[in-house]
């Protein structure tokens, strides 16, 4: 069995700052790619950004230059720092995981989601 766990999410003024974090316990023997999505009330979800496991990092064009996406393989854990916040940001950030090498072979995860409110 696989847990994740994310943690972070918040009300933020415009112009602010959050830091979202997204953990990884149980029968993992390696995590190739994570990332971040995000679900706005009425809309898709959409990539927002994500690493592998040899930290090659791929942003979303609107969140380029202001977030941050960084990992730690030996916490499997992975971050994103949110700086510059706007009100589109508004949204549930999920965390994505795989595949993820376990005893069962290749799988994939997702987190419960955390939300994100930029809101003067």
């Known amino acids: 069995q696989v847990q994740v766990v994310e943690s972070g999410g918040g009300l933020v003024q415009p112009g602010g700052s959050l830091r979202l974090s997204c953990a990884a316990s149980g029968s993992i023997c390696s995590i190739y790619r994570m990332g971040w999505y995000r679900q706005a009330p009425g809309k898709q979800r959409e990539l927002v950004a994500d690493?592998?496991?040899?930290?090659?990092?791929n942003y979303a064009d609107s969140v380029k230059g202001r977030f941050t996406i960084s990992r730690d393989n030996a916490k499997n854990t992975v971050y994103l720092q949110m700086n510059s916040l706007k009100p589109e940001d508004t949204a549930l950030y999920y965390c994505?995981?795989?595949?993820?090498?376990?005893?069962?072979?290749?799988?994939?995860?997702w987190g419960q989601g955390t939300q994100v409110t930029v809101s003067s």
């Open positions: 994505k995981l795989g595949p993820v090498t376990t005893g069962r072979g290749l799988q994939y995860y």
């Open positions: 690493i592998t496991n040899n930290g090659i990092t």
